[in-house]
């Protein structure tokens, strides 16, 4: 499986970049049929200070999974995005269970 973690116009960040990669560890080893998980970090200017962006795109075989979000903090807008991610990977399985 590859893992690409891309910082957009930011400064990168280890420690961010080992959060995000222990979390995506978790992910892969529930589901096998992970092929590829692309994160990308990018930060928005926000009146509310939700500007933190994660994207994660994860690919699976026959589509592409997506999941945005927009926190407060990188470290939470990576949970949430996981979590979606997550859902979307339950409903592709039970549909790929049928076949």
Same mark, same amino acid.
């Given at each position: ?6 910082f957009v116009k930011i400064p990168t960040s280890e420690a ?12 892969? +080893? ?28 994860? +690919? ?9 979000? +927009?926190q407060n903090y990188f470290e939470h807008a990576v949970k ?20």
């Amino acid at each position: 499986m590859l893992t690409q973690i891309q910082f957009v116009k930011i400064p990168t960040s280890e420690a961010l970049t080992y959060y995000t990669e222990k979390k995506l560890k978790k992910l892969t +080893s529930k589901f096998e049929m992970i092929k590829a998980i692309d994160v990308y970090f990018k930060l928005e200017k926000d009146p509310k200070g939700e500007g933190k962006i994660c994207e994660i795109e994860c +690919s699976i075989p026959g589509t592409k999974v997506f999941a945005a979000t +927009s926190q407060n903090y990188f470290e939470h807008a990576v949970k949430v995005a996981i979590a979606e991610i997550e859902k979307q990977l339950e409903k592709r399985k039970a549909v790929m269970m049928v076949y």
